[in-house]
């Protein structure tokens, strides 16, 4: 959805431990907050397909939804649809959870993203945070990256360096960014590093995030 080009010239990410530092050595334990910025951040190309040890973690759904729309994309193609959207248009239910989906450590936070409305198109800072919004970051034991996206404003529970554990909640479901109503936006990724004190940053690969599903729980 977003219109910048990752420039990709390796076909094949290894999964191997890097090094997540931040530039200078710096840890923002709060994340990076910007209530005016709007970021330009480029797109995300898919990945090969994922390999049995990075599927070996038991996932859980991270929120509950009423609908969901999928993911788009080809291999080594920009993606048409980055994640999975977890949407949830019951009115009746004021807030909703967002969950991690497996033991991890919070890598990068963007807070400060306005919205307009729980439900419908989000007038407020559509770019912020890069479209995503309020967002976090999380880094699994298996080397994948998760991305929790749209998060209501003001809800955020963790901090950077943070350990989470499988079904902990990390947030409220919003429709902060570039979102027409509340959901959850869920990506699925490998990265070189994240800089916790930089405004929104893209995953070097993403993945299709169903295939993780397969061997979790709702």
Same mark, same amino acid.
């Given at each position: ?13 290894? $999964?191997?431990?890097?090094?997540? #530092? ?8 709060? @994340?990076? &907050?910007? /209530?005016?910025? *709007? ?17 070996? $973690?038991?996932?859980?759904?991270? #929120? ?8 788009? @994309?080809? &291999?080594? /193609?920009?993606? *048409? ?35 307009? &409305? ?101």
């Amino acid at each position: 959805m977003k219109r910048s080009i990752l420039v990709a010239t390796l076909l094949h990410i290894s $999964l191997a431990p890097v090094s997540l #530092a931040p530039a200078y050595g710096q840890i923002c334990a709060n @994340g990076y &907050s910007n /209530q005016t910025l *709007e970021e330009d951040s480029p797109v995300q190309r898919l990945g090969t397909a994922l390999s049995e040890r990075e599927l070996e $973690l038991h996932w859980l759904q991270p #929120a509950n939804y009423t609908n969901i729309f999928p993911f788009i @994309g080809k &291999s080594y /193609q920009l993606s *048409e649809h980055e994640g999975i959207d977890f949407i949830n248009t019951n009115q009746s239910i004021t807030q909703v959870s967002v969950r991690s989906v497996a033991d991890g450590k919070v890598v990068y936070i963007r807070r400060g993203c306005p919205q307009s &409305s729980p439900f419908g198109f989000n007038e407020k800072l559509h770019n912020c945070g890069g479209g995503w919004g309020n967002h976090i970051v999380l880094l699994h034991p298996n080397g994948l990256f998760t991305r929790y996206a749209h998060l209501y404003p003001d809800t955020i529970q963790v901090q950077v360096e943070q350990k989470v554990h499988r079904g902990e909640e990390l947030a409220k479901m919003g429709n902060s960014g570039r979102s027409d109503t509340r959901h959850l936006h869920f990506e699925l990724g490998v990265a070189i590093k994240f800089n916790s004190c930089e405004p929104a940053q893209s995953f070097t690969y993403i993945y299709n995030p169903a295939a993780v599903f397969l061997n979790g729980d709702r």
